[in-house]
């Protein structure tokens, strides 16, 4: 079993700045993607970043250039720095952990980011 354990996050102004962080334990395995996910009222979860353990990157469009994902500590640790945040950009963000070619299958708890004037 995968143990997600989240931080971050928090209330900034529109053009700020917030981080998130995810340490995965457990059985993790051997190529594998870890990411966030988001999810704002009445709206779908969508992918916001990923990376890989090889180091293969993928954000969506929306945040492209504002966002930037990378991992730590043996990979086990993923971090997403969010720069010129955006009133869209408020949502419950979800850590995840897959196994590379397979679907997202393990989340953390979610962690609130919320920007406003």
């Known amino acids: 079993q995968v143990h997600l354990a989240e931080s971050g996050g928090g209330l900034a102004e529109p053009g700020g700045s917030l981080s998130l962080s995810c340490a995965a334990s457990?059985?993790?395995?051997?190529?594998?993607?870890m990411g966030w996910y988001r999810q704002a009222p009445g709206k779908e979860r969508e992918m916001v970043a990923t990376?890989?353990?090889?180091?293969?990157?993928n954000y969506v469009d929306s945040v492209k250039g504002r966002f930037t994902i990378f991992r730590e500590n043996g990979w086990n640790t993923a971090y997403l720095q969010m720069n010129s945040l955006k009133v869209e950009d408020t949502a419950v963000y979800y850590c995840?952990?897959?196994?590379?070619?397979?679907?997202?299958?393990?989340w953390g708890l979610g962690t609130q980011v919320t920007v406003s004037s």
């Open positions: 457990g059985n993790i395995p051997g190529f594998n993607v």
């Open positions: 995840t952990l897959y196994a590379t070619g397979g679907a997202p299958d393990r």
């Open positions: 990376v890989t353990n090889g180091g293969s990157i």
